[in-house]
């Protein structure tokens, strides 16, 4: 049985080495990946996923910590973040991870971490929309005139078409201002 993330969470506050043994089977390869790609060694991602697991065993301990995402993204962004720490003191001035951009300060990284978040929170409500919004909204974001959202649309004319965009934008930010995730996000 696949253990949840809050399962997780309760097993690093317990102690419970089953669930560390989980833990590392479930989160590790893809660090592995992460830290063998980028100029580094299995044992190097050893180093830096036992790391990311103390950090999670402190914050885990705190009465007031929330997870604001997945599990899987928390540990992957600490063991990144420790990577590119460790490649900086080996002199590079800016350290480049292979597909995934180039970041020059943790702050640079957080943000960017926040706004994948935030996307990920408006691509989840935009899918829940129905066919016709969804496809105004994604020709309307691709920059696609009024003239020729109508047209493709089958909507009688520029005038709906304006008005549809506008109850369709309101309908997904009202998704999107109902999600739990939003007031976490809403101040980051």
Sequence with gaps: MQLQDHDYLEGLRNADNAVLRQLYDRFLPPVVRLVESNSGSRDDALDIFQEAVMVLYRKARQADF??????????YAICRNHWMKRLNKKSFSEVSIKDDGVYKSDEDFIQEMET???YRLFKNKLLKLGDDCRRILELFFKGVTMEKIASECGLSSVG???KRKFQCKEQ????????????????Q
């Design 160 to 162: 709906y078409a304006k």
């Design 66 to 75: 929330k997870l604001s995402s997945a599990l899987s993204t928390y540990i």
């Design 172 to 187: 997904l930010l009202s998704m999107i201002r109902a999600d739990v995730r939003f007031d976490e996000l809403k101040y």
């Design 116 to 118: 994948q978040e935030k």
